[in-house]
């Protein structure tokens, strides 16, 4: 079972609006600043968004975060099929010193 | 940049050590202030973190393992390992390393993000 809680799977169409949600407590995301990590069939995750909102270069401006409290949010706006994909997201535990990971969330692109 | 690339037996025997080794070029992993980090994906589930070491010698490994696990490093081969003792066959999964660092962003949020990743290795127990 994993310290932060994801919808196990999530749906939309081309050119929707999806949004996944990542749940935690104060000692992760209450304290601590979020990761989401993108991880396709086959290939190595990236990190898709870090410190809640922050991209990395490369990374299309589609794809944002937020974080309120003690849960946290993925958005993909304009959906695209090579957006479907495994999505993680991740924080800082302080009660544990590393890292906890959500369960993850299966992407379909209908 | 760093690249990282996991080697090891894709097959160990029950109650056996998994020995894994994630080799890193482009970059030094002597005085780095990475935290050299493995995280595993069994079948079927999601990305489970298994620990890191950083430069000084410091470990954090998951209570999920239940002090199975042992990473290293060395700096002569620019290598780090991963061992984990008395594996059952919920210790098959794909196996990455990574490396992760901490920074403060431009608000001054502190942050820790793993940004490169190995390919993974198939390490199956029976």
């Known amino acids: 079972q994993s310290v932060l809680t994801q919808p196990p799977s999530a749906s939309g169409t081309p050119g929707q609006r999806v949004t996944i949600s990542c749940s935690g407590v104060i000692s992760n995301i209450g304290s601590n600043t979020v990761n989401w990590y993108q991880h396709l069939p086959g290939a190595a995750p990236r990190v898709l968004i870090y410190s809640n909102k922050l991209r990395p270069s490369g990374v299309p401006d589609r794809f944002s975060g937020s974080k309120s409290g003690t849960s946290a949010s993925l958005a993909i706006r304009g959906l695209q099929s090579e957006d479907e994909a495994d999505y993680y997201c991740s924080a800082w535990d302080d009660s544990l010193n590393g890292p906890v990971f959500g369960g993850g969330t299966k992407l379909t692109v209908l | 940049q760093v690249q990282l690339q996991e080697s090891g037996p894709g097959l160990v025997k029950p109650s056996q050590t998994l020995a894994l080794t994630c080799t890193v070029s482009g970059g030094s992993i002597s005085g780095s202030e990475y935290y050299w980090s493995w995280l595993r994906q069994p079948p079927g589930k999601g990305l489970e973190y298994i620990g890191h070491?950083?430069?000084?010698?410091?470990?954090y490994y998951n209570p999920s393992l239940g002090g199975r696990a042992s990473i290293s490093v060395d700096t002569s081969t620019n290598q780090v390992s991963l061992k984990v003792n008395s594996v059952t066959g919920a210790d098959t999964a794909v196996y990455y390393c990574a490396n992760m660092y901490g920074k403060a962003d431009q608000w001054g949020y502190y942050y820790y993000v793993m940004d490169v990743w190995g390919q993974g290795t198939t390490v199956a127990v029976s």
């Open positions: 070491i950083f430069h000084g010698g410091s470990t």
